[in-house]
Every structure is written in C-alpha cells, then in structure tokens.
C-alpha cells in the first residue's frame, strides 16, 4: 500500500507488454487499465502501474482475480499477452511481474508473504537493482535479496552510494512508499515513408525524409499542436532498424525547425551502405500550440517562410494534402520508374 501504511492488502498492478510492442496497441493496453482503475500510471515504451485500491471495493475480488481478467481481455481483444505482478508496494509488484516468464501470467505476492517470497531470489532480480549495483553485492557477497535486507544499510549505502544503497536496503524488506501516479503516455503523431525498392541513394532518402517533415508539420497545424522532440525511425532490408529521438530546442510545428532537426537525426544515423526499406517520423510530447510562448523573431526570412507556410496551409486545405509538397520530391519522378508517395505528381513549394 502507500503511506497510510495498510499492507492488508496488495492492491498495486505492474503490467508488462511484449518487448517492441507497436505503441498504438500500447495505447490500448493503457485504455483497458483505465477500465479496472482510474489510477494508472504509463511507464513507456511497454509497461504501466495501477493502483487497485478503489477497484477492489468497486468490483468485489481479488487482485489477483483483476490480475487475470486483464490478462484475458489484452488476448481476446488485441492478441497482447501481458504479464502481471500484483503487490503491497511498486517495488514488489514490478519484481513479481518481472519473474513471469513470457508470453504472460499473473503473480500476486500478499503482504504477509513478501519477505519470504523476495529473501530466495537473486539479487538482481530486485526491482531497481542495476547490472553493476548486483554485481558489487555479489563481489561483498550478497547473493539474493534475503541476504541484501539482512545486512545493515550503512553497509548497502557505502557499497551502492547513499541514495541507491537506502533504496536497495528498503525494497530488499518490502518498503517503497511511491504512490502510483496517473500519467497518461505523452501525445505523439506519426508520419510513413516505404520505399518501392531498397534504397542505397542519400539523396532520395533525404527528399522523402523532407517530404515526412512537411506532412508532420502540416498535420500539427491543422491539430494545434507542437512537438517538443523528434523520433526517427529507419528500417532496413533484412528486417533491422534504427532509432534515434532529440528534443527540439523550442517546441515548433514549423517546417524550418523539425526540417532541421530531422536532418540532424538522418546525419547521426551515419548511413553509408545500408539498404533502406522505410522511414518513419514521429512527433514527441505534443502539447496544444496555445500552451508555448509566441517567440518574436528578428529574421525577415524566416518570417517569410512561415507567411509562405500559412499560404501552402490554405491550399493544402482547399486542394488537399498532395497539392503542394517540397520542390525536392521532384527527385522521387525524375528517376525511371519511382513515383512520388501517395499516387500523382506535386506541386512545388
């Protein structure tokens, strides 16, 4: 439980999803907690908490019993099995759900079990213990978390550091009085590009890279939102990608500043030989335009371009979204048999 100190019952829910879960079945993963308790907490990219509390009382059982009921429903409605640890506390929850092995289950550790439940396991399994902090408890000779709560927390402190030793010494006897927090998982909005045929030519990767940004800004302005960062994603032939994000040194929906951060992200990539099959672009932590402070600028040109941008708004709206694109995805048609994305030749901006 949390700081009132009621450790009668275990009411805390950390969920795990599959690893590289797409985020939009994340999204409703997060949608079906909301439906148990009005108290969940994202953990991005594939995890969440809940708080069982209220729930409890509202549907009349067990958590272990909700702990299952989830569980079905994540396979019945999005073929997502998940894994589900249920405790007293958030630590004993996520160190429960972490010793599920995959595809999914439920494990529920009640309050008067915890010590014995947690003193076999190894000490790295512990929710918060780090490769290098197990392995300077193994070097002193703490081997499983029994051993770990046994020994004095100065001692834990002086090996693992003030903060992360006091930490280690609670969890290691069931005590974290983190209260689950409601965060919804930030807004984002994403934009695709598949080529026709794997692609070694920067060039064209870069045109469609521009063309990305384009409709990531316009799809911002129509929704009156901002991003605060950048995701680049590239996916090569053979199936291995590569993934980057930055935050935007402003929050902006303006072609000039993601155009700028996304060259930023194509040019850490390195790319040199690898074949391309897709980009995708993803704006971060979006939040309303209205929320951002209006900065004057003292470049003519930049306003120019952003009045010009105003202007390619109207016509994408009157026209459509393909009316009007970056003169450089000309070089998408100007090669035999490669055509723009999204059907017919564009105009130029």
Do not use: N
Not at 78 to 88: A, F, I, S, T
């Amino acid at each position: 439980m949390r700081v009132s100190g009621d450790q009668r019952v275990s009411s805390v829910m950390h969920v795990r999803c599959p690893d590289r879960l797409p985020e939009e079945t994340y999204r409703q993963v997060l949608e079906l907690l909301a439906e148990f308790s009005p108290v969940v907490q994202a953990l991005p990219p594939t995890a969440a908490l809940v708080e069982l509390k209220g729930a409890l009382r509202y549907h009349g059982t067990s958590p272990r019993h909700l702990g299952e009921t989830l569980r079905v429903r994540t396979l019945s409605r999005l073929g997502v099995d998940v894994r589900v640890g249920v405790g007293p506390t958030i630590a004993v929850a996520a160190t429960a759900s972490g010793q599920i092995d995959a595809p999914g289950g439920v494990l529920a550790i009640d309050p008067d079990q915890v010590a014995d439940w947690l003193g076999p396991l190894p000490v790295e399994a512990l929710h918060g213990i780090g490769p290098k902090q197990a392995m300077a408890l193994r070097e002193f000779g703490v081997h499983c978390v029994g051993l770990l709560a046994a020994v004095p927390p100065a001692t834990v402190q002086r090996l693992l550091g003030g903060r992360a030793g006091r930490l280690a010494a609670d969890r290691a006897r069931g005590i974290d009085p983190r209260p689950v927090a409601p965060r919804a998982l930030p807004a984002t909005l994403t934009v695709r590009h598949a080529f026709a045929q794997h692609t070694l030519d920067g060039a064209l990767v870069r045109a469609a890279l521009l063309d990305l940004v384009v409709q990531l800004a316009h799809q911002l302005r129509q929704r009156g939102q901002v991003a605060r960062g950048l995701t680049l994603s590239l996916r090569f032939s053979g199936g291995a990608s590569w993934e980057k994000t930055r935050r935007l040194p402003e929050a902006s929906a303006h072609d000039d500043d993601l155009r700028t951060m996304a060259y930023r992200l194509i040019d850490a990539a390195g790319l040199q030989r690898g074949r391309l099959t897709g980009l995708v672009l993803k704006g971060e932590d979006l939040v309303d335009a209205d929320q951002v402070a209006l900065q004057i600028s003292l470049d003519q040109a930049r306003e120019d371009r952003l009045v010009a941008e105003a202007v390619s708004d109207r016509i994408r709206t009157k026209f459509g979204p393909g009316a009007i694109g970056p003169a450089s995805t000309f070089l998408r048609v100007s090669r035999p048999g490669i055509r723009p994305a999204g059907g017919g030749e564009r105009g130029a901006a």
